[in-house]
C-alpha cells in the first residue's frame, strides 16, 4: 500500500537527470500527476513522490538534512543522493527544493501542478495532513523511526517555508501560503530563464505530452489517485499501527 511500502528499487548508480519537476504543492494533485508521468503514455518510472519519503527511514533522513543544510553546494549533494535513479519528481520533498533542482536539472521540464479551485481549495484539503503536527499523531505513533521522520519533516517545512516565502506563522497553510509558492516557483524559473507549464488535472494528458514530444491518448482518462478518502485511511492505518506497537511493546514488558 502507497505510504506503507517500502520495496521500490531504485538504481542509484544510474544518473540519468530528470526529466520533469512538478513544482506543485502536496494535495495539488501530486499523485495524479505521478501517476500520469509513470505510465505506459509518458514512461518517467520511477517518479518520485512523499509516498515514497514516508516508508523509508533513510531517505527520510536525506530529507531532514537537506532541509537543514544552508550551504547549497552540500544540499545538492544530499539532493543527488535522494534523487538518483528517478525519471521525474512530484509532491514534497521536491517541492520545497524547487531553487535547487532547477539548478541541479537544467533540461527538465517544470510543471506547476495547481489545486482545482485554487487557493481556498488547497486550505481546505491542505488540513488532511495536519495530522504531522498533532501531538497525538507524535505520542502514539513514537515507536516509528519513520513517524518521527515525518513528525520532524512537518516541522522543518513550516520552518523552510516561513523563510523562503517570506511568511509568518500565521499565514502558513492560508490561501497566502499557496498564492506565494506558486509565485516562488515563477520567480525562480524568471531568473533562470526556464518556463513553467500550469497543469490541473482537468487540462487533461495533452499540456504534458505537447510538452514531452508524447502522442496525447485519446481513449483513457487522466489518472485521479490519492483522494481525501484514501488519505484520511492512511492516517488511520498508521494510528492503528502506532497504538498496536504500544500495546505489543506494553505486553512485552509486562510479560517480563
Known amino acids: 500500500?502507497?505510504?506503507?511500502?517500502?520495496?521500490?528499487?531504485?538504481?542509484?548508480?544510474?544518473?540519468?537527470?530528470?526529466?520533469?519537476?512538478?513544482?506543485?504543492?502536496?494535495?495539488?494533485?501530486?499523485?495524479?500527476?505521478?501517476?500520469?508521468?509513470?505510465?505506459?503514455?509518458?514512461?518517467?518510472?520511477?517518479?518520485?513522490?512523499?509516498?515514497?519519503?514516508?516508508?523509508?527511514?533513510?531517505?527520510?533522513?536525506?530529507?531532514?538534512?537537506?532541509?537543514?543544510?544552508?550551504?547549497?553546494?552540500?544540499?545538492?549533494?544530499?539532493?543527488?543522493?535522494?534523487?538518483?535513479?528517478?525519471?521525474?519528481?512530484?509532491?514534497?520533498?521536491?517541492?520545497?527544493?524547487?531553487?535547487?533542482?532547477?539548478?541541479?536539472?537544467?533540461?527538465?521540464?517544470?510543471?506547476?501542478?495547481?489545486?482545482?479551485?485554487?487557493?481556498?481549495?488547497?486550505?481546505?484539503?491542505?488540513?488532511?495532513?495536519?495530522?504531522?503536527?498533532?501531538?497525538?499523531?507524535?505520542a502514539l505513533c513514537f515507536l516509528w523511526k519513520t513517524d518521527r521522520n515525518v513528525a520532524a519533516m512537518w516541522r522543518q517545512i513550516m520552518e523552510v517555508c516561513q523563510s523562503k516565502l517570506s511568511l509568518t506563522a500565521d499565514e502558513l497553510l492560508t490561501v497566502k501560503h499557496y498564492d506565494a509558492h506558486n509565485a516562488w516557483i515563477h520567480a525562480e524559473a524568471a531568473k533562470r530563464g526556464r518556463e513553467v507549464l500550469e497543469f490541473e488535472p482537468q487540462d487533461g494528458w495533452e499540456p504534458l505530452c505537447v510538452i514531452l514530444g508524447k502522442q496525447v491518448p485519446r481513449d483513457e482518462p487522466f489518472p485521479h489517485r490519492n483522494d481525501a478518502s484514501e488519505v484520511r485511511m492512511v492516517v488511520r492505518i498508521l494510528y492503528a499501527r502506532g497504538a498496536i506497537s504500544w500495546l505489543a511493546l506494553g505486553a512485552v514488558v509486562f510479560s517480563t
Open 1 to 138: 500500500m502507497r505510504f506503507f511500502e517500502n520495496n521500490l528499487a531504485v538504481d542509484q548508480t544510474d544518473r540519468t537527470p530528470i526529466q520533469v519537476l512538478g513544482a506543485g504543492l502536496p494535495r495539488c494533485a501530486t499523485s495524479s500527476l505521478q501517476a500520469a508521468l509513470e505510465s505506459q503514455h509518458i514512461g518517467l518510472t520511477p517518479c518520485m513522490h512523499f509516498a515514497h519519503i514516508a516508508p523509508n527511514a533513510e531517505r527520510g533522513d536525506i530529507v531532514l538534512a537537506a532541509l537543514r543544510e544552508k550551504d547549497s553546494t552540500r544540499r545538492h549533494k544530499l539532493l543527488y543522493k535522494l534523487f538518483n535513479g528517478f525519471q521525474a519528481t512530484t509532491d514534497f520533498p521536491a517541492s520545497m527544493f524547487m531553487d535547487d533542482l532547477m539548478d541541479m536539472y537544467p533540461d527538465a521540464k517544470v510543471v506547476l501542478n495547481k489545486r482545482p479551485g485554487g487557493g481556498r481549495q488547497w486550505v481546505q484539503s491542505i488540513k488532511l495532513l495536519t495530522f504531522a503536527a498533532s501531538p497525538v499523531y507524535h
